[in-house]
């Protein structure tokens, strides 16, 4: 039995190793979006392919990689020797999140005895296919993609495999620079090998087994504590991802059960032609990092994590797809909308649990399904050809949280974002092309009582290149991410391009080889996550800042949040009055209740929470601040609200249903989805269930 101080002092030793590994990437690679934004990690895992402990500010590819070494020790676990290098980048065949997301892998010894991996992984620019960057919105098989390679050796103990570096030099657009690239994993993968084996001679190989182990064990057994804190039931939530005029929809039901979380995304619409099909292994991967502040919070981001819940997906769903189906982005539309609407569902299941510590985070969705992918290539500044990503297109920004506003330009308010954006002067010096502002976006998006963060907006021209091509991949076209609590939904991402000095001309999503001439202007407006809470509840003097700020039209603080600027009581007349209006304007409830001593005698009790600003009180749901009885067991809640029904601004196909309170008027939900969809979520903890039976 490994001793507590000496697991302490191992597992900081491993994760500082782990991070001189990100970081000897980050200073030994070529391209901007590894060696400037940090687009990279190294992680440590067990011999038999358990993540251990991640370095680099990339977690969504420290358990990714769990997937490539236990192909590898399939295909040639018999003759792993020191001195191997692993290379494997098929979503299909042990790779990563995607072709581009290349995993180098290195075996760690200890004599003959085989006793941890290391795995270094970054974006490359380019990994062949149809088009420059690799994202090809025209494939719709994956054998129109990138060049896919299975586990392969780099290197046989220690000795370069020539004949596999030219197959990869001859497939890949500008070779020079991906092979440093490359070969900057190597290096950081070396640099946490050789300290990993130190430790292990250290500490002797038989306790470092141990350790590792036992770090893992007793991380899975603190999550399952905190998980049993959750209110048993199932919480349900829907989204929908988005390809240009088709919709794919992303159910999920999170069942609570124990110790244990089942996140079942059955009946999610089948595999598409596209190439953001998704993997159950990536999505364990984005789920697992997004539950880590939730219920790890201060502990090791390890194996044990990772065993306190279930993925289920079918076969052959968008969510599980199987070859021929193209897969060059499992991680992106519809990866990022199952973790958002797993983590949507938590969030329910958090709000019904009075003696859950997480109810401190609760907050809505990530927002990264909002991202818009831009590539470009073309002519380089030096004559050469060349390529990049746009990371400005990847800067949303989260929703916001229960009792705070969302983060600017980053994804998630629970834990930490991803990149650091690349400085305007190095892109200027690297690519032809001009900024001229990249700031906050503005507007009233995502408002609410704590309004989302504020995405990037970005203004750049074609400057040094005759012609370049340009290619668009996002999802939030037309369908924004859901608020929570009343709160409004998110913008969604806009591109357009002026060119000769004419009006911005609106960019359709999903399209190759758009072509720009040296002259013309892009201009990318990324979406954000949803507001919490009722916007009319906003903080006067907030809302007024934004105003004073430039960041909010006055005529959208007066519509919006009930804001006269600089008159504190005509707004508090205004917000009245906006509250009359939803009442007069809505639908009635479709099985109002109106208090009597018979429900009285059926609400007997202390409340319980069962959704943010909906209290469980006996076999009665009641609106907390107005006591207005909404429902009775097992009914949803929503049955008592009066309803509004409008038009997302992004679409007619889109219907935004807005949950009243009966008596004050006040948001309690606004639900996002295609026109005539039902309602996108569901809160049914056991309790609130077992009532109807009493």
Same mark, same amino acid.
């Given at each position: 039995?490994?001793?507590?101080?000496?697991?302490?002092?191992?597992?900081?030793?491993?994760?500082?190793?782990?991070?001189?590994?990100?970081?000897?990437?980050?200073?030994?690679?070529?391209?901007?979006? %590894?060696?400037?934004?940090?687009?990279?990690?190294?992680?440590?895992?067990?011999?038999?392919?358990?993540?251990?402990?991640?370095?680099?500010?990339?977690?969504?590819?420290?358990? %990714?990689?769990?997937?490539?070494?236990? @192909?590898?020790?399939?295909?040639?676990?018999?003759?792993?020797?020191?001195?191997?290098?692993?290379?494997?980048?098929?979503?299909?065949?042990?790779?990563?999140?995607?072709? &581009?997301?290349?995993?180098?892998?290195?075996? %760690?010894?200890?004599?003959?005895?085989?006793?941890?991996?290391?795995?270094?992984?970054?974006?490359?620019?380019?990994?062949?296919?149809?088009?420059?960057?690799?994202?090809?919105?025209?494939?719709?098989?994956?054998?129109?993609?990138?060049?896919?390679?299975?586990?392969?050796?780099?290197?046989?103990?220690?000795?370069?495999?020539?004949?596999?570096?030219?197959?990869?030099?001859?497939?890949?657009?500008?070779?020079?620079?991906?092979?440093?690239?490359?070969?900057?994993?190597?290096?950081?993968?070396?640099?946490?090998?050789?300290?990993?084996?130190?430790?292990?001679?250290?500490?002797?190989?038989?306790?470092?087994?141990?350790?590792?182990?036992?770090?893992?064990?007793?991380?899975?057994?603190?999550?399952?504590?905190?998980? *049993?804190?959750?209110?048993?039931?199932?919480?349900?939530?829907?989204?929908?991802?988005?390809?240009?005029?088709?919709?794919?929809?992303?159910?999920?039901?999170?069942?609570?059960?124990?110790?244990?979380?089942?996140?079942?995304?059955?009946?999610?619409?089948?595999?598409?032609?596209?190439?953001?099909?998704?993997?159950?292994?990536?999505?364990? *991967?984005?789920?697992?990092?997004? #539950?880590?502040?939730?219920?790890?919070?201060?502990?090791?981001?390890?194996?044990?994590?990772?065993?306190?819940?279930?993925?289920?997906?079918?076969?052959?769903?968008?969510?599980?797809? &199987?070859?021929?189906?193209?897969?060059?982005?499992?991680?992106?539309?519809?990866?990022?909308?199952?973790?958002?609407?797993?983590?949507?569902?938590?969030?329910?299941?958090?709000?019904?649990?009075?003696?859950?510590?997480?109810?401190?985070?609760?907050?809505?969705?990530?927002?990264?399904?909002?991202?818009?992918?831009?590539?470009?290539?073309?002519?380089?500044?030096?004559?050469?050809?060349?390529?990049?990503?746009?990371?400005?297109?990847?800067?949303?920004?989260?929703?916001?949280?229960?009792?705070?506003?969302? #983060?600017?330009?980053?994804?998630?308010?629970?834990?930490?974002?991803?990149?650091?954006?690349?400085?305007?002067?190095?892109?200027?010096?690297?690519?032809?092309?001009?900024?001229?502002?990249?700031?906050?976006?503005?507007?009233?998006?995502?408002?609410?009582?704590?309004?989302?963060?504020?995405?990037?907006?970005?203004?750049?021209?074609?400057?040094?290149?005759?012609?370049?091509?340009?290619?668009?991949?996002?999802?939030?076209?037309?369908?924004?991410?859901?608020?929570?609590?009343?709160?409004?939904?998110?913008?969604?991402?806009?591109?357009?391009?002026?060119?000769?000095?004419? @009006?911005?001309?609106?960019?359709?999503?999903?399209?190759?080889?758009?072509?720009? #001439?040296?002259?013309?202007?892009?201009?990318?407006?990324?979406?954000?996550?949803?507001?919490?809470?009722?916007? #009319?509840?906003?903080?006067?003097?907030?809302?007024?800042?934004?105003?004073?700020?430039?960041?909010?039209?006055?005529?959208?603080?007066?519509?919006?949040?009930?804001?006269?600027?600089?008159?504190?009581?005509?707004?508090?007349?205004?917000?009245?009055?906006?509250?009359?209006?939803?009442?007069?304007?809505?639908?009635?409830?479709?099985?109002?209740?109106?208090?009597?001593?018979?429900?009285?005698?059926?609400?007997?009790?202390?409340?319980?929470?069962?959704?943010?600003? %909906?209290?469980?009180?006996?076999?009665?749901?009641?609106?907390?601040?107005?006591?207005?009885?909404?429902?009775?067991?097992?009914?949803?809640?929503?049955?008592?609200?009066?309803?509004?029904?409008?038009?997302?601004?992004?679409?007619?196909?889109?219907?935004?249903?807005?949950?009243?309170?009966?008596?004050?008027?006040?948001?309690?939900?606004?639900?996002?989805?295609?026109?005539?969809?039902?309602?996108?979520?569901?809160?049914?903890?056991?309790?609130?269930?077992?009532?109807?039976?009493?």
């Amino acid at each position: 039995m490994v001793d507590p101080i000496t697991l302490e002092v191992l597992r900081c030793k491993l994760e500082a190793v782990a991070g001189d590994g990100s970081r000897t990437i980050i200073r030994t690679a070529i391209s901007p979006l %590894v060696a400037e934004a940090g687009d990279c990690s190294c992680t440590i895992y067990s011999p038999d392919g358990e993540l251990v402990v991640g370095g680099g500010a990339v977690q969504i590819h420290f358990h %990714v990689g769990c997937n490539g070494i236990k @192909a590898i020790r399939q295909r040639h676990g018999e003759t792993l020797a020191p001195g191997d290098i692993f290379f494997v980048n098929d979503p299909y065949n042990g790779g990563g999140l995607h072709a &581009q997301d290349i995993f180098i892998h290195m075996p %760690v010894f200890d004599g003959h005895q085989l006793v941890a991996w290391v795995g270094a992984s970054a974006h490359m620019m380019d990994m062949g296919g149809m088009v420059p960057g690799s994202f090809s919105t025209a494939a719709t098989e994956a054998y129109q993609e990138a060049l896919r390679l299975p586990p392969v050796r780099l290197s046989r103990a220690g000795v370069e495999q020539d004949d596999v570096w030219n197959i990869l030099r001859n497939n890949i657009r500008m070779a020079t620079t991906i092979e440093m690239d490359m070969r900057s994993l190597i290096s950081g993968a070396n640099v946490t090998r050789s300290e990993v084996e130190r430790i292990v001679a250290d500490y002797g190989a038989g306790e470092f087994s141990e350790a590792i182990s036992e770090l893992s064990r007793l991380t899975e057994e603190e999550v399952r504590r905190r998980i *049993s804190e959750l209110e048993p039931g199932t919480y349900r939530a829907t989204s929908w991802a988005e390809w240009s005029e088709e919709i794919y929809r992303i159910p999920c039901e999170l069942t609570v059960e124990q110790d244990r979380l089942i996140f079942d995304f059955s009946g999610a619409s089948p595999q598409s032609t596209h190439f953001f099909n998704s993997k159950p292994y990536v999505l364990t *991967s984005l789920i697992g990092v997004q #539950l880590a502040p939730y219920l790890a919070k201060g502990l090791p981001l390890n194996e044990g994590l990772f065993r306190s819940f279930e993925i289920r997906c079918d076969p052959g769903s968008v969510l599980d797809a &199987q070859l021929p189906a193209p897969i060059g982005g499992p991680h992106l539309g519809v990866g990022q909308t199952a973790m958002e609407v797993a983590l949507r569902a938590l969030n329910l299941a958090i709000a019904a649990s009075p003696d859950s510590k997480s109810r401190a985070n609760m907050a809505g969705p990530s927002s990264a399904s909002s991202l818009a992918v831009v590539t470009l290539s073309g002519q380089g500044l030096d004559g050469n050809p060349i390529g990049w990503l746009m990371t400005e297109g990847a800067l949303t920004a989260a929703s916001a949280g229960h009792d705070r506003d969302g #983060l600017q330009t980053t994804y998630q308010l629970v834990g930490s974002g991803i990149l650091e954006i690349v400085d305007v002067e190095v892109l200027e010096s690297w690519y032809p092309i001009r900024f001229h502002s990249r700031e906050l976006r503005k507007g009233a998006i995502g408002a609410g009582t704590f309004c989302a963060g504020r995405p990037m907006s970005a203004r750049f021209t074609v400057d040094g290149a005759s012609e370049l091509s340009m290619g668009i991949t996002s999802n939030r076209e037309t369908i924004p991410i859901a608020g929570v609590n009343g709160g409004l939904p998110g913008a969604t991402s806009k591109l357009s391009v002026e060119r000769a000095g004419s @009006a911005p001309d609106p960019l359709d999503f999903n399209h190759d080889a758009i072509r720009l #001439l040296e002259g013309d202007t892009v201009n990318i407006d990324v979406g954000n996550g949803g507001g919490w809470g009722d916007p #009319l509840r906003r903080d006067f003097a907030l809302v007024t800042d934004e105003v004073e700020r430039g960041l909010l039209p006055e005529d959208e603080a007066r519509r919006v949040f009930g804001v006269v600027p600089g008159d504190s009581d005509a707004s508090d007349k205004l917000r009245e009055r906006l509250r009359l209006e939803r009442l007069a304007e809505a639908e009635p409830a479709p099985r109002p209740l109106e208090w009597n001593d018979r429900l009285r005698g059926m609400a007997e009790g202390a409340g319980l929470p069962l959704s943010p600003e %909906v209290d469980q009180k006996g076999s009665v749901a009641v609106a907390s601040r107005s006591g207005a009885a909404l429902a009775i067991s097992p009914a949803p809640w929503t049955d008592g609200c009066p309803r509004l029904r409008h038009s997302s601004d992004a679409s007619k196909r889109v219907d935004l249903i807005l949950y009243l309170d009966p008596k004050t008027g006040d948001y309690l939900a606004v639900d996002v989805a295609p026109a005539g969809e039902p309602c996108s979520f569901a809160v049914r903890p056991q309790r609130w269930l077992a009532e109807a039976q009493s």
